[in-house]
């Protein structure tokens, strides 16, 4: 039983974190998906809880989040790097699972 509490709790906190980038619309703004629903966006709006858009082409989303004082410290106090801010790629959802060529080595 408390396995499956733990579980259902764990799945639910991946479902609030998933951010999915849909495509454009008739504006040509980008569409996301999160756990607020549906938001159309362009560079330099804000997505709640995931950052400011950098950047938006048709493969790919960025947002940029900074992170606040008590989450730098919280990643040096276990040993990682205190960044100031966090970059997220969300590529297209309908693109994501297409190959990517991978150029030949030259010989």
């Known amino acids: 039983m408390k396995l499956m509490i733990a579980m259902l709790l764990l799945?639910?906190?991946a479902f609030a974190d998933k951010l999915e980038y849909v495509g454009r619309d008739e504006t040509g703004a980008a569409v996301v998906e999160h756990s607020?629903?549906?938001q159309s966006v362009n560079v330099g709006d804000e997505i709640p809880g995931f950052g400011k858009v950098k950047s938006v082409d048709d493969r790919e989303l960025?947002?940029?989040r900074q992170l606040s004082d008590d989450e730098r410290a919280a990643r040096k106090a276990r040993g990682q790097v205190p960044v100031a801010a966090e970059v997220?790629?969300?590529p297209r959802r309908d693109l994501s699972s297409l190959p990517v060529p991978i150029p030949a080595p030259d010989k």
Do not use: L
Request: hydrophobic share 40%; aromatic share 0%; net charge positive.
């Open 88 to 90: 997220r790629i969300v």
């Open 11 to 13: 799945s639910g906190a």
């Open 62 to 64: 960025r947002v940029m």
């Open 36 to 38: 607020k629903g549906r």
